[in-house]
């Protein structure tokens, strides 16, 4: 898996017909050698990766990797797994599961001798885009030495340049939606010949959250596949198992600390703090003040959270390099903030779940934890980003005082030994202060820091653990006041039922004319505070124009958002501080540049003093040549820079009028007085949109009409082009070895490309000689069509 294989030069045909055949003995030979260390190997004493039956290619990839020593659930699952038994593995993070599923993935397929014609052979399945990339990347590294073609799939990348290469994959990691969506859209997604699967984190992988997409994709697969599970919390539930189709008596269950006396790594040290919520950042921008020299990561309960907190702590210049990842940034900000802090001595990063399991950061030295975990198997894995492998490290939660006897029994339960600890008053530093300030100031702040408060206390509300998350307890106009606003936003849950009526009547009016309903906000609950339901119903318009019309929400609030939100990127990290958050960007007019334009000479200021005194002193000011002067003081120049003309009408004596001229009290009265005027007033006018809008949303339904027929036109004509361009691509990737389609190449080139060269195919003969699919009998009455 070292990428395109260099072409060897040519060699006379006998020779190379030799060579060849040399190379399978050579290919035979080792095989049935392994075969028979495989069969007689004796796990008990084995400690190197160098004692284990697997291929050179293998060892070769961890020799150059450096691995050498296995770690306790390598020595325990790896024998197993090359021996083709199903494994249940579990062991601490940071223990090595990784390798204990990659080594026994990749010789699995050597062994079968897999080629690229074979198809998928091995697919891995990840709970986030994150823990993929990571995933391949130590695939990559490993199997380096081997010719299996592997890529990633995993969502905020082209579907179709992803789809393009997946046909020609023999190991896949991915992540479970985009793999579903990708096995739906495309007929026949060969998966026939699996020969393994693998979840990692499985125990995530198989809970509520993506029980459907699992259930769908596990439906395609074949049942005589090999299947590995790991995590640091493993299930053991058969129901689980039987989804899988494995049976609980032939998979083999393999812990590597089962006995230990704790479920987190030894050289963890992990303390708790009581902070009662309206005190929390106070707490967390104390503790960041203190650890300038360490790397940090804070994990907190939602998105809004975490870009409060990002954007509010960078104002304070805390003095260390802050981070934020979450689920609503756009994939390639996502990975830019990984890496980065990968490659960080010392940074905060600030989060959500999506870092808690399985990332391996460098030598993290502290995990705090904002918010407490919705269970004790989150804590482990969030502490779990600490202490990896035999490196130390500390964490630290916060926890609220009616928190606190819940989590520490469920804490208990897991053996997770954590001590308490106080802050000592004089470290503790109060930022609330400046967050009202900042919240006076800056109105995105201020709805920022509403979001956050409407999110943390939805969160608390759909927590399932009620002796830990008790939603009547929270301290709501403290905790309102503690994020810097003047009270507490009103939040209004309505029973599911309600809801799910509301979503039903909201999306009929929006299909009824025409629009698509627009996805559930996975951040807010209903938050309308009218009870009545029919005034409650709110398309997707009527929700756009709501928010256009908070007056928070300003133009300098989009341009915040639109880089997570809406997928632009954005400079999220601590160079932003002096600059971005909402710096205003001005056109400079430097008259007195030498060079300047003529066009730039027309943009003069108008200052106090007049236009032309201004444009006088200006050019007096600077060697500017006459003609410039000429047409600074032309008529168009003025006419730009000169004060605002004043519209005059004219009636019908020719008498000129300005548009808007006072009437007497007398001659106003005349009409009935100011109210019933008003009234009226509005009625006339209300009558009026009310025409206007019946027009206006005709010629816009009409529009969306049109745009819909061209758009299936394209895709049409879009579909009938692929069937030329994919034949083209499958004799292009013969021979192509690894395939990283996480780097895949930009589509939009690629396809002109492509189209370029399928027209090329039309002009020539036509190539199908023999149709033999329906596929086939299409392009060619297409291409005799176009003939
Ligand atoms: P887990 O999945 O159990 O949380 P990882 O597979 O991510 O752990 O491994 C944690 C760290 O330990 C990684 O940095 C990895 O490179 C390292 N590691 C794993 N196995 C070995 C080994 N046998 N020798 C040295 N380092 C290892
Ligand atoms: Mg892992």
């Known amino acids: 898996m070292s990428g395109p294989r260099s072409r060897p030069k040519k060699q006379p045909p006998t020779k190379r017909v030799n060579e060849k055949h040399l190379k399978r003995e050579r290919g035979v030979k080792e095989l049935e050698e392994l075969e028979r260390r495989i069969s007689e190997f004796d796990p008990k004493d084995v400690t190197t990766f160098n004692e284990l039956p697997i291929s050179k290619s293998t060892a070769n990839g961890l020799k150059l990797s450096h691995f050498t020593t296995m770690t306790e659930i390598q020595k325990q699952s790896i024998p197993l797994a090359l021996k083709g038994i199903d494994i249940l593995g579990a062991a601490k993070t940071g223990s090595g599961k990784t390798l204990a599923f990659l080594i026994p993935l990749l010789e699995t397929l050597y062994r079968d001798r897999w080629t690229q014609q074979d198809g998928l052979g091995a697919l891995v399945i990840s709970p986030t885009r994150e823990l993929a990339i990571q995933i391949f990347d130590v695939l990559r590294k490993i199997g380096r030495a081997h010719s299996f073609s592997a890529g990633l799939v995993i969502g905020g990348k082209d579907m179709q340049a992803e789809r393009d290469r997946i046909s020609r994959l023999n190991i896949l990691v991915c992540t479970p939606g985009r793999l579903l969506q990708h096995m739906d859209q495309a007929a026949g997604f060969g998966m026939g010949n699996l020969k393994m699967l693998v979840l990692d984190e499985a125990d995530r992988i198989l809970d509520m959250g993506f029980r459907k997409t699992i259930d769908a994709i596990i439906e395609h697969l074949p049942k005589t596949r090999q299947t590995l599970l790991f995590s640091a919390t493993q299930t053991k539930s058969v129901g689980d198992l039987a989804r899988l189709s494995l049976s609980p008596n032939a998979a083999q269950y393999v812990s590597a600390h089962e006995m230990a006396s704790s479920s987190t790594p030894a050289n963890l040290q992990q303390y708790y703090v009581i902070t009662p919520l309206p005190d929390k950042l106070d707490t967390l921008f104390g503790f960041l003040k203190t650890h300038l020299k360490a790397k940090i990561l804070v994990f907190a309960s939602s998105s809004k959270q975490v870009r409060f907190m990002f954007e509010t702590f960078k104002t304070l210049h805390p003095g260390i390099p802050l981070m934020h990842l979450h689920g609503r940034q756009k994939q390639t900000a996502r990975t830019d903030v990984t890496d980065r802090f990968a490659e960080s ?88 202060q400046h967050l009202q300030a900042l919240c006076f100031k800056n109105p995105e702040i201020k709805y920022l820091a509403q979001k956050a408060f409407i999110s943390y206390c939805k969160s608390i509300f759909i927590q399932k653990d009620k002796d830990i998350f008790k939603f009547a307890d929270l301290p709501a106009e403290e905790f309102a006041e503690s994020l810097g606003l003047p009270g507490a936003p009103r939040i209004k849950f309505l029973n599911s039922q309600k809801a799910k009526e509301l979503k039903n009547k909201s999306q009929q009016i929006s299909d009824d004319d025409g629009s698509e309903s627009e996805p559930d906000n996975d951040d807010e609950g209903p938050t309308a505070s009218n009870g009545n339901a029919k005034e409650n119903v709110r398309t997707k318009y009527d929700r756009m124009f709501e928010r256009q019309n908070q007056n928070v929400l300003s133009r ?34 430097d008259l007195s540049d030498s060079n300047a334009s003529e066009s730039e000479t027309e943009q003069i200021e108008p200052s106090n003093n007049g236009p032309a005194t201004k444009k006088k002193a200006q050019i007096d000011n600077g060697p500017i040549s006459n003609r410039q002067a000429k047409a600074a003081l032309s008529k168009k120049a003025m006419s730009k820079t000169g004060p605002n003309p004043t519209k005059l009408v004219f009636d019908d004596e020719g008498k000129p009028h300005a548009i808007y001229e006072f009437e007497d009290e007398e001659g106003f009265k005349k009409y009935g007085d100011a109210e019933t005027q008003k009234t009226e007033f509005i009625n006339r006018e209300e009558q009026r949109m009310r025409k206007v809008d019946v027009v206006d949303k005709a010629v816009a339904k009409e529009k969306r009409k049109e745009k819909k027929r061209k758009q299936r036109e394209r895709e049409r004509l879009s579909e009938q082009d692929d069937g030329l361009v994919e034949e083209q691509d499958e004799e292009q990737s013969e021979g192509s070895e690894m395939d990283d389609v996480h780097h895949a190449p930009e589509k939009r080139k690629k396809w002109f490309e492509e189209e370029g060269r399928a027209k090329r195919v039309k002009a020539d003969d036509i190539e199908i000689d023999q149709p033999k699919t329906l596929d086939d009998l299409e392009a060619l009455s297409l291409s005799l069509l176009r003939k």
């Open 345 to 432: 001595r010392h940074a905060c990063l600030f989060c959500t779940d999506i870092a808690a399991r399985g990332l391996d950061f460098p030598s993290v030295d502290w995990v705090v934890q904002l918010d407490v975990p919705e269970d004790a198997d989150t804590y482990i894995h969030r502490v779990g980003r600490t202490a990896r492998f035999d490196s130390t490290g500390r964490a630290l939660l916060l926890v609220t005082p009616s928190e606190l006897p819940g989590m520490q029994a469920r804490l208990a339960a897991k053996k997770v030994p954590i001590e308490k600890i106080t802050i000592k008053e004089s470290k503790k530093k109060s930022i609330r």
């Open 556 to 589: 300098h609030y989009m341009n915040l958002i639109k880089d997570d939100d809406y997928g632009r990127p954005r400079a999220d990290e601590e160079e932003d501080e002096d600059g971005g958050f909402m710096s205003v960007k001005r056109r400079n007019h």
